[in-house]
């Protein structure tokens, strides 16, 4: 399962470090993505991740303002967000995907909520 | 960007239909689309990948089709707990869209 934290309330410009923690399967054997949902509205891939840490790539409305890291050791995967605009809001759910560039997503996380406001 | 649109945005159905929902790129993807299923408050689910291999556990009454420009999920009797949203996904560039979902509701 995956089970992610670090979503809170912050202000615009502020910055916010999600974590989630995989058990139940060799964690190192899957590349791991985000994918976020805004309440109410649909889904948005934001960033994936090789299962050594390789290759990340974002979204366009997160190039250059997250970063997506990834600790096998502790069987974790991290997204670093700076610079959270109110467009940000949602839920980020952590998902495993097969492999690099194959985002497709078989196990997903319940979630942890982003609420960005003044 | 690939955008994905779906159709139609709300379907009305009953136990036991037969239901099709269509999901269109802006472009052709190949095979490379995934089907999922989100109930409310849980996170989605994957029904189909590779635009009609069917997820491990997933009902056979689930099923995928399409290729390019245009692909379909039929739900073949439709059963109570089959009503929720559906989403397509594509992932054919090394990033992925999703469609706007659809919504399944008793008639």
């Known amino acids: 399962q995956l089970e992610e934290s670090g979503g809170g309330v912050v202000r615009p410009g502020g910055s916010l470090r999600l974590s989630c923690v995989a058990s139940?399967?060799?964690?190192?054997?899957?590349?791991m993505a985000w994918v976020r949902q805004s309440p109410g509205k649909g889904l948005e891939w934001v960033s994936g991740?090789?299962?050594?840490?390789?290759?990340?790539t974002y979204s366009a409305s997160a190039k250059g303002r997250f970063t997506i890291s990834r600790d096998n050791a502790k069987n974790s995967l991290y997204l670093q967000m700076d610079s959270l605009r109110a467009d940000d809001t949602a839920f980020f759910y952590c998902?495993?995907?097969?492999?690099?560039?194959?985002?497709?997503?078989?196990?997903w996380g319940r979630g942890t909520l982003v609420t960005v406001s003044s | 960007d690939i955008q994905m649109t779906q159709s139609p945005s709300t379907l009305y159905a009953s136990v036991g239909d037969r239901v099709t929902i269509t999901c269109r790129p802006s472009?052709?993807?190949?095979?490379?689309l995934a089907w999922y299923q989100q109930k409310p408050g849980q996170a989605p689910k994957l029904l189909i990948y590779?635009?009609?291999t069917l997820e491990s556990g997933v009902p056979s009454r689930f099923s995928g089709s399409g290729s390019g420009r245009e692909f379909t999920l039929t739900i073949n009797s439709l059963q109570a707990e089959d009503f929720a949203t559906y989403y397509c996904?594509?992932?054919?560039?090394?990033?992925?869209?999703f469609g706007q979902g659809t919504t399944v509701e008793m008639k």
């Open positions: 590779k635009a009609s």
């Open positions: 991740l090789g299962w050594d840490g390789s290759n990340p």
């Open positions: 472009q052709s993807i190949s095979g490379w």
């Open positions: 998902a495993r995907a097969p492999r690099w560039g194959y985002w497709y997503f078989d196990l």
């Open positions: 139940g399967f060799r964690f190192d054997d899957f590349a």
């Open positions: 996904q594509q992932y054919n560039s090394y990033s992925a869209t």
